[in-house]
């Protein structure tokens, strides 16, 4: 499980326990199956991260819901990728490539449901870019309706693996994946993913992503 849960953990059980020692069994009962629902939630399953740096994985476990040209700072031919993680999808955000995080660029923003298409505008949000051999790419994570901690485990100036764990969303939120456009896309709107597994997209050349 991801540390993170301890503080709701806690809380959970000691609300059981007071709830059972004072009688109140049905309520006791409750606040333990919602505080398992909880742990649950913080699970971090371990991922066979394939090994060839041609692939550019997915960043998170989810569905596709959007698909969209870039940035308007992004080169002419980016996509952007955008993957809605519901309460029962794994929240752990994995690295898409191998490389160097450049910039952690973090904006304050309102908390609209994550599936809609403005959520990647207005939604608080934190945009980590990874410089490889073959440009930047970019995993935005974005804090949905009942999303209020956007964590990020990585700093500018430091090396990531491919498949590698960065960062954490609590709840339901959104993450989008920036690509350059050397590539070729390989999912689809309503295609389900999974964080440093699912391949999202291929280069177009054998040129190593992270040399």
């Known amino acids: 499980m991801v540390r993170d849960v301890w503080p709701y953990l806690t809380a959970g059980l000691l609300l059981a326990a007071l709830l059972a020692l004072t009688g109140f069994t049905t309520a006791a009962l409750a606040a333990a199956a919602l505080t398992a629902g909880v742990a649950a939630f913080f699970r971090d399953p371990h991922r066979d991260v394939p090994s060839n740096p041609r692939l550019i994985l997915s960043p998170a476990d989810g569905k596709v819901v959007e698909i969209s040209g870039g940035p308007q700072d992004w080169p002419e031919g980016a996509r952007c990728v955008s ?34 298409h403005k959520a990647s505008l207005e939604n608080e949000q934190n945009l980590i870019s990874i410089e490889t051999g ?27 693996r491919q498949g590698e764990r960065i960062g954490f969303i609590t709840f339901g939120s959104r993450v989008d994946l920036l690509l350059p456009p050397e590539i070729d896309l390989k999912v689809s709107v309503g295609d389900r993913v999974k964080g440093g597994t699912s391949v999202m997209a291929v280069y177009r050349d054998p040129k190593v992503a992270g040399a």
């Open 83 to 116: 993957i809605f993680l519901s309460v029962f999808d794994v929240h752990v955000n994995r690295s898409p490539v191998s490389g160097a995080i450049s910039q952690i660029l973090y904006t304050p923003g309102s908390f609209v449901p994550a599936f809609r």
């Open 134 to 160: 073959r440009g930047t790419l970019g995993v935005k994570q974005i804090a949905g309706l009942i999303a209020r901690r956007i964590r990020c485990w990585k700093r500018p100036g430091e090396p990531v």
